[in-house]
C-alpha cells in the first residue's frame, strides 16, 4: 500500500481562531477516505488546504509526495477537485468549461475532445452540451463540475459534499461514479454529512469535530468502540413520562426520538420483559419495538458531543 | 513555464468569451472615450492629429482597464473562482491571463480611432513605434487595472468606483487636453507621475513627429510602471484571494 496523501500537524487559523487544529492523517492508494464533521467542523478547511486553494498556518501536507509548500503546482496537476460551494463558468457552454479545464491541466486537444465526449455521455449531458451552464439545473451541474474535475483524469479526486442538495437519483448517480471510480483505481477523498453515505462509500472515517480529529477508522471499526452499548427502540399508543423507563433495570439513558423512546440499555433482552410488564401495568399498547446496533450516526454523536 | 503562458492564454480564452463577446462592452469601449474627449476639445482650435493622438492613448486607456478590474469581483459573485484557484496555475498566470485578454481588446479596439484618423486624413509617420507604443501602453494599462480589483470584494460597483476615482484625474494630468509643455510647473510635475503621459506623448510623435520627451524615455517609462503595476498586482491578489472564497 502506498501513502498518497500525508498531512501532518496541519494547522490554520483565522484571526486567533482555530478552524482546523494540529491534524495528522494518512489516505493509502485506492482508498476511499471520508472526511465526517457536523458543520463548521474544519472540513472544507482541511480540502480547500489539502487542494491547494489555501495556505495552512502551519503543518505539512504531501500529495503523491509533492510538498504542497514547494510544489504546490504539480501537487495540483494529478488531482481533481469538486469543492463545496462551486460553479463552473455560467457563462460559458458545458462543452467549453471541459475544454477550459482541459487546458489548464494541459490535456492534449484531441485527447481533450474524447475526454469531453466520453464524461457528458456518461453523465446524461451530451445533447445540452452546448448550452450554457446557467441553463442547468442544479444537479446537473454538480454532475458538469464531477465531470471537469475528471477532465485531467486525476488520480486522487476531492470531493467536498457532492451530493448536499441533490435529489436521491442525482445522489444515486453521483455515488455509484465515486464506486466506479474508485474501482477504476483512483483515490477519493470526500467530505460529507450523510452517515448513510460514509457508510456505504468509504474505507475508512475521519471524524473531524472543532477542528479536531475525534476518531479515524473503518465504518464497521469505529461502530464496535461504543459496541456493548445497546439500545431499545419502542413507540407507545400515548406519550409517556421518560423518566418512569429510565427506572427499568439496565436502563442507562433514555432519548426521545420523534415518537419514539430510545433507551440505552446494557441488558436489551431484560429492557424489553420490563417494558413488556409496563405496558401492561400502564394500559398502554406497544406500536413498535426494536432493538438496535449502533449506526455510523451513532457513533458520530457520541464521539461529536464528547469534544464538544 | 511554456505550460503556464499556455495555461494563461487559455484563461485569456476564457475571459475573452466571457466578458468581451458582450455588445455593451464593446459599444462603451469606444463610445466613452469619444464622448469625454468630444467634451473637451469642441470649441477649441487644435489640429486634427494632435486631436487623433490624444484620442488614441485616452482609448487605450479606457478600454486596457475597463475588464481587468472587473473579472476579479465577478468570479468571486459568480463562485468560479475556486475552481481555478485549484487548478495548477499560479496567480502570476492567471492574472497574465486576464491581462492578456483585456491587452488584446485595448490594442483591437484602438484601431477604431487610428481608422477615423487615416479616414480624415492624418497620416501616421511612424507606424511601427506606434505599434510598439500600443501594445506597450495596453499591458501597462491592463495591469493597473488588476490593482483597482485586489480588494477581496465581490461587488463590481465599488471597483468601478474606485477605478473611475483614479482614471479621471490622470486624463486631466497627461496632457490630452493641453500638452505638458503649456502645463504650469505643478502640472509637469504632475504628469511626470502618470502612465498615461508617456503614451500621449508617443502617440504625438507617431502622428506629428514632435514630442516632449524622447521615445527612449516613453518607452521604458511605460515599461517600468508596468513591471511596478504587475509586481503589485501580483503580490495584492496573492494575499486577497484567499479571501474570496
Ligand atoms: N475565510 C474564513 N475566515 C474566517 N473564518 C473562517 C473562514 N473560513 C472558514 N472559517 C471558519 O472555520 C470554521 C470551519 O469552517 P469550514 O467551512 O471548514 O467547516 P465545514 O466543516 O466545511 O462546515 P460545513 O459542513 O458547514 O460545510 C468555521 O467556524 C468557519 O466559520
Ligand atoms: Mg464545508
Request: proline letters at 4%; glycine letters at 6%.
Amino acid at each position: 500500500m502506498k501513502t498518497v496523501i500525508e498531512v501532518g500537524e496541519l494547522t490554520k487559523d483565522y484571526n486567533g481562531f482555530t478552524a482546523v487544529d494540529h491534524i495528522s492523517f494518512e489516505v493509502e492508494e485506492g482508498e476511499i477516505f471520508g472526511f465526517l464533521g457536523p458543520n463548521g467542523a474544519g472540513k472544507t478547511t482541511t480540502v480547500r488546504i489539502l487542494t491547494g486553494v489555501i495556505k495552512p498556518t502551519s503543518g505539512k501536507v504531501s500529495i503523491m509526495g509533492f510538498d504542497l509548500r514547494s510544489e504546490s503546482i504539480k501537487a495540483k496537476q494529478i488531482i481533481g477537485v469538486v469543492p463545496e460551494l462551486s460553479n463552473a463558468y455560467n457563462e460559458l457552454s458545458a462543452w467549453n468549461n471541459l475544454q477550459f479545464m482541459a487546458d489548464l491541466y494541459g490535456v492534449p486537444k484531441n485527447h481533450a475532445k474524447k475526454r469531453a465526449e466520453e464524461l457528458l455521455n456518461k453523465f446524461n449531458l451530451y445533447d445540452r452540451k452546448d448550452h450554457k451552464v446557467k441553463t442547468f439545473s442544479k444537479g446537473m451541474k454538480q454532475k458538469l463540475i464531477l465531470a471537469m474535475s475528471l477532465m485531467n483524469d486525476p488520480e486522487i479526486l476531492f470531493l467536498d459534499e457532492p451530493t448536499s442538495g441533490l435529489d436521491v437519483i442525482s445522489a444515486r448517480l453521483i455515488k455509484d461514479m465515486v464506486l466506479e471510480l474508485n474501482k477504476g483505481g483512483k483515490t477519493i477523498f470526500l467530505t460529507t454529512h450523510y452517515m448513510e453515505e460514509a457508510n456505504e462509500l468509504c474505507s475508512r472515517v475521519a471524524i473531524i469535530n472543532h477542528g479536531k480529529i475525534a476518531a479515524i477508522d473503518a465504518p464497521e471499526k469505529l461502530k464496535m468502540r461504543i459496541a456493548g452499548l445497546e439500545w431499545v427502540e419502542v413507540s407507545f399508543d400515548m406519550p409517556v413520562d421518560a423518566s418512569d423507563l429510565l427506572d427499568l433495570s439496565g436502563v442507562i439513558d433514555v432519548r426521545m426520538s420523534g415518537d419514539k423512546l430510545r433507551l440505552y440499555t446494557n441488558e436489551p433482552g431484560r429492557t424489553i420483559y420490563q417494558l413488556v410488564d409496563y405496558s401492561r401495568s400502564n394500559n398502554l399498547e406497544i406500536v413498535m419495538l426494536n432493538t438496535l446496533t449502533p449506526t455510523l450516526e451513532d457513533v458520530f454523536i457520541k464521539l461529536t458531543e464528547e469534544k464538544g | 513555464m511554456i505550460d503556464q503562458l499556455k495555461r494563461a492564454c487559455a484563461i485569456a480564452k476564457k475571459d475573452i468569451r466571457i466578458y468581451y463577446m458582450k455588445g455593451p462592452v464593446v459599444i462603451f469601449g469606444i463610445l466613452f472615450p469619444v464622448f469625454l474627449f468630444l467634451a473637451f476639445v469642441i470649441g477649441r482650435d487644435l489640429t486634427v492629429d494632435f486631436l487623433i493622438a490624444g484620442l488614441l492613448s485616452m482609448t487605450i486607456f479606457f478600454t486596457s482597464m475597463s475588464i481587468t478590474p472587473v473579472i476579479a469581483p465577478t468570479e468571486t459573485q459568480t463562485r468560479s473562482l475556486e475552481r481555478l484557484a485549484a487548478a495548477p496555475v499560479s496567480i502570476t498566470t492567471i492574472l497574465l491571463g486576464d491581462m492578456l485578454a483585456s491587452v488584446l481588446f485595448g490594442i483591437g479596439i484602438s484601431l477604431v480611432p487610428i481608422m477615423v484618423g487615416m479616414a480624415i486624413g492624418v497620416t501616421v509617420e511612424h507606424p511601427f513605434i506606434l505599434a510598439a507604443g500600443i501594445v506597450l501602453a495596453a499591458f501597462c494599462f491592463s495591469a493597473m487595472g488588476l490593482i483597482f480589483s485586489s480588494t477581496p470584494t465581490s461587488m463590481t460597483s465599488t471597483v468601478m468606483m474606485i477605478s473611475t476615482m483614479v482614471k479621471f484625474p490622470l486624463v486631466f494630468i497627461s496632457g490630452i487636453f493641453i500638452p505638458v509643455g503649456e502645463l504650469p510647473l505643478w502640472g509637469q510635475v504632475l504628469a511626470l507621475a502618470s502612465p498615461l503621459t508617456y503614451i500621449t506623448d508617443l502617440c504625438r510623435y507617431s502622428f506629428q513627429g514632435t514630442n516632449y520627451y524622447s521615445i527612449l524615455v516613453d518607452a521604458t517609462a511605460l515599461m517600468i510602471f508596468f513591471v511596478i503595476f504587475m509586481t503589485v498586482a501580483i503580490k495584492l491578489h496573492g494575499r486577497s484571494l484567499p479571501k474570496r472564497l
